[in-house]
Nanobody
Framework: QVQLVESGGGSVQAGGSLRLSCRTSGSPDSRRCVGWFRQAPGKEREVVAHIYISFNSTSYADSVKGRFAISQDNAKNLVYLQMNDLIPEDTAMYYC???????????????WGQGTQVTVSS
């Protein structure tokens, strides 16, 4: 089993920054990839970014490239999502996700956190 606990969401004005944290626990083999998805009201859940824990390799959705950065602190079992230059379109519930491999499809995710809300006002 894997547990994921997010924190760091909130409300910010356009152009601002937020950092989300995901504390992971459980079998390391079951969380080889940790990532972030988001879901806005009335929209499908979409990938934002993910990181292969062992290789420290990252990937991003085109919509956040150059603005968001995913990173990890292995000693603390934390994965971060630094979000800069936020725009109203980034408003969504953000979910930490983990699984055996990284995928842009929500159905491939094995474990989900409870979500943290990010609201960006114009």
């Amino acid at each position: 089993q894997v547990q994921l606990v997010e924190s760091g969401g909130g409300s910010v004005q356009a152009g601002g920054s937020l950092r989300l944290s995901c504390r992971t626990s459980g079998s390391p083999d079951s969380r080889r990839c940790v990532g972030w998805f988001r879901q806005a009201p009335g929209k499908e859940r979409e990938v934002v970014a993910h990181i292969y824990i062992s290789f420290n390799s990252t990937s991003y959705a085109d919509s956040v490239k150059g603005r968001f950065a995913i990173s990890q602190d292995n000693a603390k079992n934390l994965v971060y999502l630094q979000m800069n230059d936020l725009i109203p379109e980034d408003t969504a519930m953000y979910y930490c996700a983990a699984g055996l491999f990284c995928s842009s499809r929500a159905r491939d995710v094995n474990y989900w956190g409870q979500g943290t809300q990010v609201t960006v006002s114009s």
